[in-house]
Structures are given as structure tokens and as C-alpha cells.
């Protein structure tokens, strides 16, 4: 567990603990539509079968990370880059979880086409 100790994804007092793995998602960013691997559905505690909307799940993301992820995600288009940040959401049974969140950029002719990357709870690393 040494290189998961490493990478800050599982506690130094807690080595024998592994930490959630990581779930991929994707946007379109031509209509903002979302896909998700299952554990991005469980970070959120959504299920599968309900469909995804944009809005609807940046509506669940804090005031604060709302703001840090609009910051990053326009810079992220603009210049075809990437980003990673922690982001606090409220799912709909009203528990509190800390995602971490990947995003890169795949372009098409020049500009930014999809956003996609990793997202992996953390929530285990927030609390005291």
C-alpha cells in the first residue's frame, strides 16, 4: 500500500485500508451530456437508471465547489487544458461526501470537444 500511502488516496494511519477506487465520467461538451462509470453513480447515490442531467448534478456540489468548478471548467475549455480539485456535494439522502475530481480536455479542430477525466471519493481523508 505503499504507493496509495504515496499518493495522499489512503490514510498514513489506516495503510491496510483501500481507498475507493476512482470512476470515470465524461461530458459532451457540444449539449452538456454526462456519462458515468457505476462508481461515479455511487459517489452521487443516484442510481444508474435515472437519467443525468448537468444542471441536476452541479446542483448537488456546495456553493463553494459550484463556483471552483465553473472557475476551472471555463479555463479548462478556454485553453484546452486540464484540472483537479476536491468538491463537496450533498446527495439526495442529504449526506455530505468529498469527491476528488479529475478533468481533462479531448479536442477536435482545434477546440475543446468533451471534458472527462476521474472522480473518487475522499470523504475519508475530510473527516477529523
Not at 75 to 89: K, M, P
Request: proline share 7%; charged share 30%.
Amino acid at each position: 500500500m505503499g504507493w496509495a500511502n504515496g499518493l495522499g488516496v489512503v490514510p498514513d494511519c489506516t495503510p491496510a485500508v483501500l481507498a475507493p477506487m476512482p470512476a470515470a465520467w465524461e461530458c459532451d461538451l457540444s449539449d452538456d451530456s454526462l456519462r458515468w462509470t457505476p462508481g461515479v453513480f455511487e459517489i452521487f447515490g443516484l442510481s444508474p437508471d435515472e437519467p443525468l442531467r448537468r444542471d441536476d448534478t452541479v446542483a448537488m456540489y456546495t456553493p463553494e465547489s459550484q463556483a471552483e468548478l465553473k472557475r476551472l471548467r471555463d479555463e479548462a475549455i478556454a485553453t484546452c487544458g486540464s484540472f483537479t480539485f476536491d468538491a463537496q456535494i450533498r446527495r439526495p439522502d442529504g449526506e455530505a461526501r468529498w469527491m476528488r475530481v479529475t478533468a481533462d480536455v479531448e479536442v477536435r479542430d482545434g477546440k475543446a470537444a468533451y471534458l472527462y477525466g476521474l472522480k473518487q471519493d475522499i470523504t475519508h481523508l475530510k473527516r477529523d
